[in-house]
């Protein structure tokens, strides 16, 4: 019987050897994308440096950091303590309810002196992690049973009724789809999808009943944001004027009208997507997105390269959050989907979502530099 945790083919790896392990043509890809982010906000600020891009320039070096300290963690670690990084995260989640400071109408963050710490976003990781190390240790005959569904459904409900009461129904929405893709990955049955998607479309008019004056007005914003043109539908019928205005090529660097002239708003943080399109036009946008679907591609890659159920999780969870992130916010500032407060993944203003996006990625990373750990699963006998 094989032992419970081993290498393939070599011994352990050193520092240097997990250093030189980094897929770096992948750190450099972020690179790229956060140098775009720096630009934009550059643009966003009329061309000067204060406040928003060397702030963001800082915050992904810090991030770069944090990257590559995650991965030379051995993934090993991350599994052995993947429930204590979840606990940790509620706590911080509960502590917003105590302690959190209001912000635009919702109280959704902790100050902590040197940043306001937004718990929901380290939530995000915390839970793909929790839910990587639950399943890893389900056999694939026992995935089929509905009673193994209740932890998971524990661990994705608390902090997602914690979240609805900040409120933020988008990042809570968000934690349940990634919890569903993670759920997908680890082989639960279809029919368990079909018959919550059947629930949740019958229990839609209850819902309703449920929902914020503001979140409802959202909705029917999205619906018809011409009815109130001045008001509710304000944000993103400026969004589309100025995501057609930039044609093909754009109106070039510093030169978007909407923006520079502030008819569009939160043009640093939810909107900047619009801003760049104004100014670069169809071509650049286009070219962000096929930057955003290579790092998707890789982080598939990695997930696909691991010999371990915990990695392959893990790897495909972080993935698809990333890409719920990307997909929220250009659906978002183009209509397809209600106004909600998702920020564009390294292009966007903002503190703790840039930290935590970086940790996931050195989490994911760690799958990757440890891709031919094996670590055993109760359907061999050898658990962890």
């Given at each position: 019987m094989a032992t419970a945790t081993q290498i393939l083919g070599r011994q352990e790896l050193s520092l240097g050897q997990k250093l030189w392990q980094i897929h770096w043509l992948f750190v450099l890809l972020l690179c790229a994308v956060a140098a775009i982010g720096a630009a934009m906000l550059y643009s966003a600020a009329n061309g000067d440096l204060q406040p928003w891009?060397?702030?963001?320039?800082?915050?992904?070096?810090?991030?770069?950091?944090?990257?590559?300290?995650?991965?030379?963690?051995?993934?090993?670690?991350?599994?052995?303590?993947?429930?204590?990084?979840?606990?940790?995260?509620?706590?911080?989640?509960?502590?917003?309810?105590?302690?959190?400071?209001?912000?635009?109408?919702?109280?959704?963050?902790?100050?902590?002196g040197f940043i306001n710490l937004q718990p929901s976003e380290v939530m995000k990781v915390a839970l793909v992690v929790a839910l990587a190390r639950y399943f890893h240790g389900?056999?694939?005959?026992?995935?089929?049973?509905?009673?193994?569904?209740?932890?998971?459904?524990?661990?994705?409900?608390?902090?997602?009724?914690?979240?609805?009461?900040?409120?933020?129904?988008g990042t809570a929405l968000m934690l349940i789809i990634a919890a569903a893709a993670v759920l997908f990955v680890a082989g639960v049955r279809l029919w368990v999808f079909g018959s919550v998607a059947a629930v949740a479309m019958a229990a839609a008019p209850i819902t309703w009943?449920?929902?914020?004056?503001?979140?409802?007005?959202?909705?029917?914003?999205?619906?018809?944001?011409?009815t109130d043109p001045l008001g509710s539908g304000y944000h993103i019928i400026q969004s589309k004027i100025a995501l057609g205005s930039g044609g093909v090529l754009g109106k070039g660097f510093l030169q978007g009208s909407q923006s520079h002239l502030n008819f569009l708003p939160e043009k640093q943080t939810d909107f900047i997507f619009t801003m760049m399109a104004e100014e670069f036009g169809l071509i650049g946008g286009l070219t962000l997105l096929a930057l955003y679907a290579l790092i998707c591609v890789y982080g598939l890659a990695f997930a696909l390269s691991s010999r371990n159920h915990f990695g392959r999780i893990v790897a495909a969870g972080v993935t698809t959050t990333f890409f719920l992130y990307v997909f929220i916010n250009v659906a978002m500032v183009m209509g397809l989907i209600p106004v909600v407060g998702a920020p564009l993944p390294l292009i966007s203003y903002g503190g703790t979502a840039m930290m935590t996006l970086m940790l996931g990625f050195g989490i994911m990373m760690s799958v990757y530099v440890h891709r031919d750990v094996v670590i055993g699963r109760r359907s061999t006998g050898d658990e962890v």
């Open positions: 891009a060397v702030r963001h320039m800082a915050r992904f070096g810090v991030g770069l950091g944090v990257l590559v300290v995650a991965a030379v963690v051995d993934v090993r670690l991350w599994l052995r303590y993947a429930y204590v990084f979840y606990g940790l995260a509620l706590a911080l989640l509960a502590a917003v309810e105590i302690a959190g400071t209001i912000g635009m109408g919702a109280q959704r963050w902790i100050d902590l389900v056999s694939m005959e026992d995935i089929g049973r509905p009673s193994l569904l209740v932890v998971p459904v524990f661990l994705v409900a608390a902090p997602a009724l914690l979240v609805l009461r900040q409120p933020d129904l009943q449920f929902l914020h004056e503001y979140q409802k007005q959202r909705v029917l914003t999205f619906l018809n944001p011409e």
